[in-house]
């Protein structure tokens, strides 16, 4: 792909009417016939560190005539060029999907909107591999639970660093994280490695949280079907030579059974040479439409460069500022008619930063029946809840309420939208119920550039 323009030696200037007309940068999908949809990706910028980056899109067909604007002073800013050509991808693509609305899944498009996104893929892949600023560029990374969505191995790889081994034990969501995430290596089963021989800058864990949630039943590292993959993750946490480890967990971890779980994995740590911190975080303040509070086990080898104080200081939560109706795709119909929906509150007349529950189906007052409002955030998806709307909660739209599909589900969980869910609704349901918001593993990693430097 043509890949076009090197960062002027001072910033660009705009014309009179703010408009960035020389790009410093520019990235073209090439032309080809069959009406295929064409793409370009401009960039600039604007001051030492700060980048813009708009896109432009274009086709034959009279379904999709084109849009898109140049880079101008409105524009968001970023840190880095890939960050802000990305930004651009994804909100290009946004774009063509939801102007495309049902039209995106016929014959005659579908073919069309995966080849753009298979291009852009390629493209966000050769855009990172060539920017040295970005935040954590070359650092090697272990992903252990690394999921179907892989919220860690996409915010982290989109800062610079480098899944170097991704390990998962179930096949449909390892297919999904290597299309997305594209690590060196894959392993199917952590009971079975060998971290004795591994080394990385960042090793990133996900604990399986059934064993904690209110879903289940709450035996912790005790649970008869999960203590072989509890024992031999905190295993793996000893063996393997990492400078900083991050570990997500059902937030329960830290207070069930007064806590003796989080201790023994707090223990682990210390004595394996770390300095333990923890916080827990709602995805909701890191730019995603879904209440979902998790807590994150920040580990520090000693020696590294950190404050003795603060330590590695977690980032701190915004008021959210998206709402389900954000992520919505154009021209879903309603499953759940409204004479099925006992309503017991109104809905919102503008956007709100809460989640708001409107109704029940059929008069349950569980996950499944809920049905809430997409002018606030969304409910907690989980990868194995039932009811009328499995996994994601309902939501009111025309003529009823519906759950999320799984373009939506994954949104929810800030999947850009140059990268794949599973095709079988089962699966990617499962894979975004399971995951990591991408956006909170981004602002995690990105706080890890200060300890990760050398010694000055």
């Given at each position: 792909?043509?890949?076009r ?9 705009t ?19 069959g ?24 086709s ?26 990305e ?11 939801n ?14 909107v ?32 690394a ?12 800062l ?21 995430v ?28 059934q064993?904690?949630?209110k879903?289940?039943k ?12 509890y024992?031999?993750t ?12 991050i ?18 994995v707090?223990?682990v ?22 209440s ?23 980032p ?27 309503l ?31 002018r ?6 989980t990868?194995?809840g ?6 994601t ?20 969980q800030?999947?850009p ?5 599973h095709?079988?609704?089962t ?20 706080q ?9």
């Amino acid at each position: 792909m043509p890949l076009r323009g090197q960062a002027n030696a001072r910033p660009a200037s705009t014309n009179a009417r703010g408009i960035y007309e020389t790009p410093d940068f520019t990235l073209t999908r090439p032309h080809k016939a069959g009406g295929q949809i064409e793409f370009t990706v401009h960039a600039s910028r604007v001051e030492a560190g700060q980048w813009i980056a708009e896109a432009i899109w274009h086709s034959t067909s009279h379904h999709l005539p084109g849009d898109g604007r140049y880079p101008h002073l409105l524009s968001g800013r970023f840190a880095s060029r890939s960050e802000a050509v990305e930004h651009a991808i994804n909100h290009g693509l946004f774009q063509v999907r939801n102007q495309l609305g049902t039209l995106a899944t016929t014959l005659a498009w579908s073919a069309k909107v995966e080849s753009l996104q298979t291009w852009a893929t390629d493209a966000v892949f050769q855009v990172r591999e060539h920017d040295e600023t970005l935040p954590i560029y070359g650092r090697s990374v272990i992903d252990i639970c690394a999921g179907g969505l892989g919220g860690f191995g996409l915010g982290l790889t989109s800062l610079g660093a480098k899944v170097q081994l991704a390990v998962e034990i179930d096949k449909e969501a390892r297919a999904t994280y290597v299309r997305n995430v594209r690590p060196v290596e894959v392993h199917d089963d952590l009971c079975t490695l060998d971290g004795t021989k591994l080394a990385c800058d960042i090793l990133v864990a996900g604990l399986q949280c059934q064993a904690f949630s209110k879903a289940g039943k709450r035996q912790g590292f005790a649970d008869p079907k999960l203590s072989a993959v509890y024992s031999h993750t905190l295993r793996l946490l000893r063996e393997i030579d990492a400078k900083i480890i991050i570990i997500e967990c059902a937030r329960q971890l830290l207070t069930q059974d007064d806590g003796r779980d989080g201790a023994a994995v707090r223990e682990v740590l210390m004595k394996a040479g770390y300095r333990v911190q923890h916080r827990t975080l709602n995805a909701a303040g890191f730019g995603v439409p879904q209440s979902r509070e998790r807590s994150f086990i920040v580990a520090t080898r000693l020696g590294l460069p950190v404050d003795d104080v603060l330590g590695y200081v977690f980032p701190q939560e915004q008021a959210p500022t998206a709402t389900v109706e954000d992520i919505l795709e154009p021209g879903i119909p309603a499953t759940i008619p409204d004479h099925e929906i006992e309503l017991h509150t109104e809905e919102p007349a503008k956007r709100c930063g809460g989640l708001v529950e409107i109704g029940l189906i059929d008069g349950k007052d569980c996950q499944g029946y809920r049905v809430y409002s997409p002018r606030g955030i969304g409910a907690t998806m989980t990868a194995s809840g039932g009811g009328r709307a499995r996994c994601t909660g309902a939501y009111r739209v025309s003529g009823g309420a519906r759950a999320l599909t799984p373009r939506e589900a994954s949104r929810m969980q800030g999947l850009p939208e140059w990268a794949a869910h599973h095709p079988v609704a089962t699966h990617a349901l499962r894979h975004a119920g399971n995951a990591v918001a991408v956006p909170l593993a981004r602002e995690l990693g990105r706080q890890l550039a200060a300890h990760l430097a050398p010694r000055t």
